[in-house]
């Protein structure tokens, strides 16, 4: 069974500062991964998908690797804002239908 | 654009009881799928459907029954609720347009149902 980890659970930075979230997979046989954002008592919003074939994504601020044969993926995020503050969680699409998420990490930036 | 939306948001129901969660889709996506979240397991597949009448089971079906009648609709019913139900319950769809039969595209999640069974 495929397993997701997310380092660190959680993270708090000053506003301005760049950073970077950890995502771990151990079955590499996978269809695509993708990085979503949820905030507290919300739904989860889509950031980025990078598709297997593909290295990685980037989205204004926001820039997504994949490196499939290590199992590993991370989010980079520049110029941190308030507005940044959410948890960020991983997810990896093994089959048609098995999206297999990491548990998050809870960001906060201090402004 | 609704996109998809849950109901109720919130529920508190006692053991034993049938409950329904609604889920509703504008998009006319053919797959959608049942979640649970809970501290320290991250979200995980109760069942799924690939199509209008299709539906499978995913990682934790037990005690859940689901239907799906109308591509827009997918309730998801707990026949007799357990205290180990209470979680919050986040449906999503995903629809076909690209990759191989749309299996690579981004899912799409709703607001959630926060149920709480005593």
């Known amino acids: 069974k495929q397993e997701v980890t997310q380092i660190p659970a959680a993270l708090s930075v000053p506003e301005g500062e760049n950073l970077v979230l950890n995502c771990s997979f151990t079955?590499?046989?996978?269809?695509?991964l993708q990085w979503f954002r949820q905030d507290p008592g919300k739904g989860l919003t889509s950031l980025l998908l990078i598709q297997s074939s593909q290295r990685e994504q980037t989205s204004g601020r926001l820039n997504a690797s994949l490196d499939k044969s290590s199992g590993r993926s991370t989010l980079y995020i520049a110029a941190s804002q308030p507005g940044d503050s959410a948890t960020y969680l991983c997810a990896v699409q093994t089959g048609a239908n098995n999206l297999f998420f990491g548990t998050g990490t809870r960001l906060t930036v201090i402004p | 654009d609704a996109g998809i939306t849950q109901s109720p948001r919130y529920k508190i129901t006692e053991t034993g009881r049938q409950v329904t969660l609604m889920c509703h889709q504008t998009w006319s996506h053919s797959y959608m799928f049942w979640y649970r979240q809970d501290l320290g397991h991250g979200l995980r597949l109760i069942y799924y459907s690939a199509a209008a009448d299709i539906t499978d089971k995913g990682e934790v079906p037990d005690g859940y029954v689901v239907s799906r009648s109308k591509t827009e609709n997918f309730p998801l019913t707990l026949e007799s609720a357990t205290r180990s139900q209470t979680s919050v319950y986040f449906c999503a769809s995903r629809g076909t347009s690209g990759g191989i039969h749309g299996k690579t595209d981004t899912q799409y999640f709703g607001p959630g149902t926060r149920l709480t069974v005593l």
């Open positions: 079955d590499s046989a996978i269809y695509n």
